[in-house]
């Protein structure tokens, strides 16, 4: 009886196909940091009466901190102890974060916080691919929801098989929760997987979960260490050569902007 060939002990292993792309939101997907979430924190603290404003370089120091809950309970604590020892304190932050989530679906819904350049292009590519695009963010889903519907319209939330978002974990970046709960939501393995993101703790988040990492920086990211990343680049681009994207460490794109292909080839150099 013929028998089925083994592959030898020592044979590599074969490489994992892409199956699914897992993108990162404020700041990978839009440019929603100062455009949309700062002012809308801001505006829920007017509101208040609590006398906090957070400048833009404050906000952005801030942003080690994942999560906005999160983020005003380390600002009360280590700016204004009076407020952080108040007995409704906790009453106040989900408050102050309520009002926040509703003044930047407002934004978002008015179009302050448009998609970074080929974001659209590449969702396209992946679709038109029957690849899987899929979200790991520690916004809440009503950010996310609003940001999508503004910007691909209604039910722009369906072109992402998975949403985790905010609250889907107890841990945020750089813990690697979110994206290990995104993959348990797609069925996949992380070597299957390619994230992008944009922030230092996301690409830690992204890389202790095993996913391979793509950087598209910006200019208030610009200068983290993102160790660790296949490629880091300061955006997708399109396809003009006067808008396209800049390679500032690892592998360039093949082109002026990156594509489904670029994707293909550093997830496969990474897993390889």
């Given at each position: 009886?013929?028998?089925?060939?083994?592959?030898?002990?020592?044979?590599?292993?074969?490489?994992?196909?892409?199956?699914?792309?897992?993108?990162?939101?404020d700041?990978?997907?839009?440019?929603?940091?100062?455009?949309?979430?700062?002012?809308?924190?801001?505006?829920?603290?007017?509101?208040?009466?609590?006398?906090?404003?957070?400048?833009?370089?404050?906000?952005?120091?801030?942003?080690?901190?994942?999560?906005?809950?999160?983020?005003?309970?380390?600002?009360?604590?280590?700016?204004h102890?009076?407020?952080?020892?108040?007995?409704?304190?906790?009453?106040?932050?989900?408050?102050?974060?309520?009002?926040?989530?509703?003044?930047?679906?407002?934004?978002?819904?008015?179009?302050?916080?448009?998609?970074?350049?080929?974001?659209?292009?590449?969702?396209?590519?992946?679709?038109?691919?029957?690849?899987?695009?899929?979200?790991?963010?520690?916004?809440?889903?009503?950010?996310?929801?609003?940001?999508?519907?503004?910007?691909?319209?209604?039910?722009?939330?369906?072109?992402?098989?998975?949403?985790?978002?905010?609250d889907?974990?107890?841990?945020?970046?750089?813990?690697?929760?979110?994206?290990?709960?995104?993959?348990a939501?797609?069925?996949?393995?992380?070597?299957?997987?390619?994230?992008?993101?944009?922030?230092?703790?996301?690409?830690?988040?992204?890389?202790?979960?095993?996913?391979?990492?793509?950087?598209?920086?910006?200019?208030?990211?610009i200068?983290?260490?993102?160790?660790?990343?296949?490629?880091?680049?300061?955006?997708?681009?399109?396809?003009?050569?006067?808008?396209?994207?800049?390679?500032?460490?690892?592998?360039?794109?093949?082109?002026?902007?990156?594509?489904?292909?670029?994707?293909?080839?550093?997830?496969?150099?990474?897993?390889?």
């Amino acid at each position: 009886m013929p028998t089925t060939p083994t592959a030898p002990a020592d044979a590599a292993p074969t490489p994992v196909d892409l199956r699914a792309v897992i993108f990162d939101v404020d700041g990978t997907l839009a440019d929603t940091e100062l455009n949309g979430h700062l002012p809308a924190f801001n505006q829920a603290f007017a509101e208040a009466g609590l006398g906090w404003h957070w400048s833009a370089p404050e906000y952005l120091r801030l942003l080690a901190i994942a999560g906005g809950k999160e983020r005003m309970i380390h600002y009360a604590r280590t700016q204004h102890p009076d407020v952080a020892a108040r007995a409704d304190f906790a009453e106040l932050i989900t408050h102050l974060h309520q009002e926040k989530t509703r003044h930047y679906a407002a934004r978002a819904a008015a179009g302050a916080t448009p998609l970074r350049p080929g974001i659209r292009r590449l969702l396209d590519e992946i679709a038109d691919a029957g690849l899987t695009a899929a979200i790991a963010t520690t916004t809440t889903l009503a950010n996310v929801h609003a940001l999508l519907r503004a910007q691909l319209g209604a039910g722009g939330e369906k072109r992402f098989a998975v949403i985790g978002a905010g609250d889907s974990v107890a841990r945020k970046k750089p813990a690697p929760d979110i994206y290990q709960w995104a993959l348990a939501e797609l069925g996949l393995s992380s070597e299957a997987c390619l994230a992008i993101e944009d922030s230092a703790i996301g690409v830690a988040a992204a890389r202790a979960a095993g996913l391979p990492v793509v950087v598209t920086a910006h200019a208030e990211s610009i200068g983290e260490d993102f160790s660790g990343a296949r490629a880091v680049l300061d955006g997708l681009g399109d396809p003009a050569p006067a808008e396209g994207a800049r390679a500032l460490a690892g592998t360039p794109p093949a082109d002026h902007a990156v594509t489904l292909a670029d994707l293909r080839r550093w997830h496969a150099e990474s897993v390889r």
